[in-house]
């Protein structure tokens, strides 16, 4: 066995490394020819710092593998064997030896070079050849030129003024080019060896860091399009007609919205909507109503969902501000939840149904109320009187109706014009309500004539009060349109149940006796009775 040049018995370097009769380390003449050319005496401290790092790594993991080849589950004493070899392995001893230096350096994974101060290469190692293609016979006594990209060129050269002018270390992270031409991610340790305070070599340790890099341009290609989802996801909820709201914790104390949100609830963008929020940034200038009551905090949509991990749906309430204005909204809420099923927050969708409500509340004014004074029609009117007349009987009341029609209205708009019996017409209807009731009910059926229903009357001489009431009520001068205006009713009364449970021949008899008052010489009211028949 040929000796090594460490004169110690107990090199592992000796002990362990088996060397056949055909093929030895150091004996071979060719292996030793080329073995010599790669002395590496000329590294930097650094470097042989590095190369000491690796070859004690690389002497421990071939003790262990040894090891492992005679029984995977070593023994005590193999395993103080390999713990006892690993020390040894890191005597400098073992780096003195030019050739065991080089085998070292040669069997590391990064790239390993040493070049002249100007840029001639005079080391290649394996790892060098790996990364990047060109073996150490196509790159020593060359220039390094041909591993820089041409757009790093310059940087490059600034980096090498940098480490030969600064004489110190440089760590960077760049991209050389392979011999085929791709480009390779890697981390490069620049240093310089100074002899007589003049930098005369550099040594250079470069790692393959293809795939980490690649790992983070993925990473942060993810993470710019989650971003740029985020801000489209923004542009779509602001340019949605609904008022967006996101409870961002389970206790829903930071709510935010979208534009729609803050613009209908009249608050800045952006600022926190919670009513359970820091005390001095609370929107307090409204309160939020659901059939006419104030929702507690807790019955509010977005906390319910939160609170009690259920979906809302189809959930109407109304915005009441201070100022006596009234917005309408109707919406969904759903609570948001983790992997695990957490519920840590909600989000709402409410859409403002302010214009249809007014516009179905339009509809039916228009389907139930007269335009010209406001009162109810003819449609309204029966219905209040068949709710009139069912009261009547389960509390065995009565309900008296009032047949009212204007003397000689037809004169005043013959005489004074249609715009001012229009006028006249609403003036009446006026003073006609302010004699009532609330639970009365006073209709225009067309024309000057008008019907009262008046429920609940203990006797006929309640609705006869009343009767007079409106006479004493119209007998004043109306002021019309810079005229003045003087009229009189004839009313016509029927009492139920006395004269019938019908409403519309209640209607009917009660007419019958307007009539009557009319011939008796208006201005005046009459009750019906039986000999009004025909």
């Not at 240093?191 to 393959?208: G, M, Q, W, Y």
């Not at 948001?336 to 840590?344: F, I, N, P, T």
Request: hydrophobic share 40%; with cysteine; aromatic share 6%.
């Amino acid at each position: 066995m040929a000796q090594c040049s460490v004169k110690n018995a107990n090199c592992e370097f000796c002990s362990h490394v088996k060397i056949n009769k055909s093929s030895r380390l150091f004996g071979d003449a060719e292996v030793q020819k080329k073995e010599d050319s790669k002395d590496y005496t000329d590294l930097s401290p650094e470097l042989v710092e590095i190369v000491r790092a690796l070859q004690a790594s690389l002497s421990h993991k071939r003790v262990r593998q040894q090891l492992e080849s005679v029984d995977s589950a070593p023994s005590m004493l193999e395993s103080a064997f390999a713990q006892a070899q690993a020390k040894r392995g890191t005597r400098s001893d073992i780096f003195s030896h030019p050739r065991l230096l080089a085998a070292v350096v040669d069997a590391a994974d990064a790239a390993i070079i040493s070049e002249t101060w100007n840029g001639v290469v005079l080391t290649w190692n394996r790892g060098a050849e790996r990364i990047f293609g060109f073996t150490s016979a196509e790159m020593i006594g060359k220039s390094r030129a041909c591993l820089i990209p041409e757009f790093l060129r310059d940087e490059d050269a600034k980096r090498l003024r940098q480490v030969t002018e600064g004489k110190a270390t440089l760590n960077y992270e760049t991209v050389w080019q392979q011999k085929d031409g791709k480009f390779v991610d890697v981390a490069v340790s620049l240093s310089p060896s100074i002899e007589n305070d003049k930098v005369v070599r550099l040594s250079l340790v470069a790692n393959d860091i293809t795939d980490r890099k690649r790992m983070e341009r993925a990473l942060m290609e993810s993470e710019r399009k989650q971003r740029q989802r985020a801000a489209e996801l923004k542009i779509v909820l602001d340019a949605v007609p609904a008022a967006v709201w996101i409870a961002h914790d389970a206790e829903c104390k930071v709510i935010t919205g979208n534009r729609a949100s803050y613009d209908l609830l009249r608050l800045p963008q952006g600022s926190n909507i919670s009513p359970t929020g820091p005390e001095e940034g609370r929107p307090g200038h409204f309160r939020e109503f659901r059939n006419g009551r104030a929702l507690e905090t807790h019955e509010l949509p977005v906390q319910m969902a939160a609170f009690r991990g259920i979906e809302v749906r189809d959930f109407e309430e109304d915005v009441v501000f201070d100022d006596g204005s009234i917005r309408h909204l109707i919406g969904n809420a759903a609570p948001l939840r983790d992997s695990a099923g957490k519920v840590y927050g909600a989000v709402a969708a409410f859409i403002d149904i302010t214009a249809r409500r007014d516009m179905e509340e339009q509809i039916r004014r228009m389907a139930h109320f007269d335009s010209l004074t406001n009162l109810p029609n003819r449609i309204l009117l029966m219905d209040r009187l068949e709710q009139a007349l069912a009261v009547s009987q389960r509390n065995q009341s009565k309900t008296a109706v009032i047949f009212m029609d204007l003397d000689h209205f037809k004169d005043i708009n013959d005489n004074l014009g249609h715009h001012v019996g229009d006028m006249l017409l609403q003036q009446v209807a006026e003073r006609i309500r302010a004699s009532l009731r609330e639970v009365d009910t006073v209709s225009r059926l067309g024309g000057d004539e008008f019907v009262l229903v008046l429920p609940e009357l203990r006797s006929s001489d309640d609705a006869a009060l009343i009767a007079q009431k409106l006479l004493r009520s119209l007998s004043s001068e109306f002021f019309v349109a810079g005229e003045k205006v003087h009229i009189t009713p004839s009313l016509g009364i029927c009492i139920h149940p006395e004269h019938g449970n019908d409403a519309g021949m209640l209607i009917r008899i009660a007419d019958k006796a307007m009539y009557h008052a009319k011939q008796a010489g208006r201005n005046t009211f009459r009750f019906y009775d039986l000999s009004m028949k025909g």
